[in-house]
């Protein structure tokens, strides 16, 4: 599925919109004054064959040393329904702990992870929205999208907000992360090694 990591890196005119403006004053409520911007995200999953999301925590793809206090806004840039892969929310505590997670379907070439226990989708809240609506979720809060059965695109843009991170004292560990050697892995590798920078 297409995505980019990062999409303001190449197109400086998504910081500072009014969107981000918004999306901010909601993480500074939230998170408290000390938000901040920890990076964006584009999706497009294709019409017709844009595959499901699998269910995972955001937190699963980050440090497993680090603690993290984050909120993504999620923003899908046209309307979204069942149909089309709107978001759905696993009811939860939000302070519940990182589940084990895979590979999509076991390939460590993916680069998407999956929760590894079957999550009980008849409890999951679908959440169809118009345009200009957006759904609010911590790394902690589990999460997966349909896929798009429409006739158009889905396009979502994700603003990820954060407060200053600190190093966790206990050994957790996410081996689904080491376990991963992915076409984008090698390529940023071969870039830092071409630039001479660290990967
Ligand atoms: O847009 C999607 O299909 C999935 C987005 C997602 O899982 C996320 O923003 O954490």
Not at 64 to 79: F, H, I
Not at 82 to 88: H, I, K, R, V
């Amino acid at each position: 599925m297409p995505q980019i990591l990062n999409p303001r890196k190449y197109a400086s005119e998504l910081a500072g919109t009014l969107c981000e403006v918004n999306a901010r004053a909601i993480a500074e409520q939230i998170l408290g004054a000390g938000a901040r911007f920890s990076g964006d995200h584009a999706i497009f999953k294709p019409a017709g064959v844009g595959a499901p999301t699998s269910s995972h925590q955001d937190e699963a793809y980050w440090d497993a040393g680090t603690n993290y206090r984050s909120l993504s806004v999620w923003m899908p840039l046209q309307e979204v329904t069942l149909e089309n892969g709107c978001m759905t929310f696993i009811p939860g505590r939000s302070d519940q702990e990182i589940q084990p997670h895979q590979s999509i379907g076991g390939d460590s070439r993916i680069h998407g992870l999956e929760m590894l226990n079957p999550v009980d989708e008849a409890k999951a809240v679908a959440c169809p929205l118009p345009p200009g609506g957006a759904t609010f979720h911590d790394s902690h809060t589990a999460h997966f999208t349909g896929g798009n059965k429409s006739a158009v695109p889905r396009r979502a843009y994700i603003l990820i907000f954060g407060t200053e991170t600190t190093c966790r004292t206990d050994s957790r560990t996410f081996p689904w992360n080491n376990a991963r050697s992915t076409a984008r892995d090698a390529r940023a590798a071969e870039t830092a090694r071409t630039l001479n920078v660290p990967a």
